[in-house]
């Protein structure tokens, strides 16, 4: 099982440049996260999807933040135009079942973006 | 609201010294409660859990039990080495099908050796 892909690892862009990251969940999840991670604010849950369906953007900042899901085995989070405060770890994680609190999370290496 | 209260770091001990990570939690019914760790540069693993009150979750020679009268879910291990050096997670899961981990702010450990 190769576990939650993500890409790029680390991007490094300029303020008002669009970003866009990306994440493979494990096959046969039905369920993806997005999460960001910073110093101050620590693990903020940012979307969810159940079924490719966004089910809580509760904590997406703002409208310059997007999330699609277009099917089962792919997921982008897309910043447009991207601040130097969206400087954080994204992670990606995803979970098997929809309505199990007991299922595991299982998290992504993360994208280190940087925004100068 | 749910929510994770953690011991805050960060916390320094020696090779093969005794460990505890506290960790309260407020939430409506019984939610389900997990300890993530996550090693330098890497994503979020989960070290064990536990689902229902008294429940005893283990892994690595770590431990944590499920205290319903405390609102507790401390995280224990007996003898720690340099590898366990890490930033240690609490979270709970909701009932109700909520689906959202709610997270601790994390606890850094260092082992010297």
């Known amino acids: 099982d190769a576990g939650v892909i993500q890409s790029p690892r680390h991007e490094v862009t300029e303020m008002g440049q669009e970003v866009t990251l990306r994440c493979k969940p494990i096959?046969?999840?039905?369920?993806l996260f997005w999460y960001r991670q910073t110093m101050m604010r620590g693990l903020e849950l940012l979307i969810y999807?159940?079924?490719?369906?966004?089910?809580?953007d509760s904590g997406m900042p703002e409208d310059r933040f997007s999330a699609k899901m277009p099917n089962a085995s792919f997921s982008t989070l897309k910043i447009q135009p991207s601040e130097p405060r969206d400087s954080a770890v994204y992670f990606c994680?995803?979970?098997?079942?929809?309505?199990?609190?007991?299922?595991?999370?299982?998290f992504g290496p993360g994208t280190r973006l940087t925004v100068l | 609201g749910d929510s994770v209260t953690q011991m805050e770091g960060p916390v320094t001990l020696s090779e093969e010294a005794c460990l505890t990570i506290n960790c309260t939690y407020t939430a409506t019914g019984y939610p389900s409660l997990f300890w993530y760790v996550q090693y330098p540069g890497e994503g979020l693993q989960l070290l064990l859990k536990?689902?229902?009150?008294?429940d005893k979750g283990s892994n690595k020679g770590f431990e944590a039990t499920y205290r319903k009268e405390t609102t507790s879910f401390h995280l224990e291990k007996g003898s720690v080495q340099v590898s366990d050096s890490a930033v240690y997670f609490c979270?709970?899961?909701?009932?109700?099908?909520?689906?959202?981990?709610?997270f601790g702010q994390g606890t850094r450990l260092t082992i010297n050796p």
């Open positions: 536990a689902t229902k009150a008294d």
């Open positions: 979270a709970l899961s909701p009932i109700q099908g909520a689906q959202k981990l709610v």
């Open positions: 994680a995803s979970k098997k079942g929809i309505y199990s609190d007991t299922d595991t999370q299982y």
């Open positions: 999807f159940n079924n490719n369906v966004p089910i809580d």
């Open positions: 096959s046969g999840h039905n369920s």
